[in-house]
Structure formats: C-alpha cells, structure tokens
T-cell receptor, first 115, second 114 residues
Framework: NAGVMQNPRHLVRRRGQEARLRCSPM?????VYWYRQLPEEGLKFMVY????????ESGMPKERFSAEFPKEGPSILRIQQVVRGDSAAYFC?????????????FGSGTRLTVV | AQSVTQLDSHVSVSEGTPVLLRCNYS??????LFWYVQHPNKGLQLLLK??????LVKGINGFEAEFKKSETSFHLTKPSAHMSDAAEYFC????????????FGTGTRLQVTL
C-alpha cells in the first residue's frame, strides 16, 4: 500500500500562472480532504470530496480555487492566476469512511512557491 | 464550532527528560482528538487518537495522551525524550460521528538538546 501520493512535491509558478496539484488516495479510500499550511502556521481545511462530489468546501477561497475528484484518477486542486499569497504547503488526506473520524492518512504535501 | 489551543509554540527539553505538550480544546460536540507529528519538510504522521473509548491513549514512539473532559485538555506526554522526537506537533479536534474536517492547533515545535 503506497499510502497517499501527492505530486509534484515542489511546484514553482510565476504570478498569474495556473497550479495543478494532484492527490491519489490510499487504495480503498474514497474520501479526500485538502488542507493548506502557510509558513509557521497550522493546517487549515480547504475542501472535502468524495468521488465526483464536493461535500464541504467551506474552507476554499471563493475565487481562483477549485477542486475535483473524478470517478477515475486522482483528486486535483487547481489554483488559477496564482499570487504570492498562495505560496504554501498543500496537504491531501484520505479516509475510508467519512462518517466517523478515526484519523486520516496524509500525503507528504506539495510545496507551492509563487515567484 | 470547535477549536484547539496549543499553549506553547516552542518547547525545549534535554534528551532523556520528560516531554509535555499542552492542548486545550473547545467543541460543541463530543470530540475526537488527535496528535500528529510533522518532521521538517515531511507530511503528517498520526501519533495517537481519542475517540471516546479509554481516556488514556497510547500512541507510537512511546507517546501518550490523556483526555480530561473536566479540564477540556488533551496533553501529550512522553517519559523520556529522544533526539529523533524533535519536530512540530499538532493537536487536532473533530466532532465524533460526522463526516467533517479536522481543526488543527497552531503547533508546538519540540526541540531536544543533548
């Protein structure tokens, strides 16, 4: 079991470009969660998805950010027209069940740097 | 609503001495509580979790935590620190029984000195 796989590990984008972050959940997990960690801060929830559905996007900025988890393939977090303030570590977690919180398995993160 | 307060942003201990990382929580619901550890430029690893079973929870690497409802606390302890314990530690809360997000504390950086 390869665990939660995120790629790329590091991503550098110029201001105004698009960033696409990928997350493949653990085998058998159908729930995916995205978190953002700004420098020297804790993790902030962004969005919770199941296959083909967004369950909770209360932590997502209203503009430029979107997420999907298609029937086939990884979950994608997409940031359009990136700005310097988007520079952060983005973590993905997955779980087998969304209705009881027995913990999540986190990926190693994607570190986005906007220059 | 739920929140977590980690009372110390930095803790420094000598190798071989006890570790205490403090966490207080607030939750409108019966909480699940977790401690995660993050080593530099790494992902998060679950140390232990409380989900309404035994109040004293044992985790990996010799860590344990005690859920105290009267004090709304979930402090993390270890009898004897090791150099490899140096990392960032996050206390996390989530309501039991609902599909929802985890709420993280701001973290405590543990430094272990010789």
């Amino acid at each position: 079991n390869a665990g939660v796989m995120q790629n790329p590990r590091h991503l550098v984008r110029r201001r105004g470009q698009e960033a696409r972050l990928r997350c493949s959940p653990m085998k058998g997990h159908s729930h995916v969660y995205w978190y953002r960690q700004l420098p020297e801060e804790g993790l902030k929830f962004m969005v919770y998805l199941q296959k083909e559905n967004i369950i909770d996007e209360s932590g997502m900025p209203k503009e430029r950010f979107s997420a999907e988890f298609p029937k086939e393939g990884p979950s994608i977090l997409r940031i359009q027209q990136v700005v310097r303030g988007d520079s952060a570590a983005y973590f993905c977690a997955s779980s087998a069940e969304g209705t009881r919180n027995y913990g999540y398995t986190f990926g190693s993160g994607t570190r986005l740097t906007v220059v | 609503a739920q929140s977590v307060t980690q009372l110390d942003s930095h803790v420094s201990v000598s190798e071989g001495t006890p570790v205490l990382l403090r966490c207080n929580y607030s939750s409108s619901y019966s909480p699940s509580l977790f401690w995660y550890v993050q080593h530099p430029n790494k992902g998060l690893q679950l140390l232990l979790k409380y989900t309404s079973a035994a109040t004293l929870v044992k985790g990996i690497n010799g860590f344990e935590a005690e859920f105290k409802k009267s004090e709304t606390s979930f402090h993390l302890t270890k009898p004897s620190a090791h150099m490899s314990d140096a990392a960032e530690y996050f206390c996390v809360v989530s309501p039991i029984g609902t599909a929802s997000k985890l709420t993280f504390g701001t973290g405590t950086r543990l430094q272990v000195t010789l």
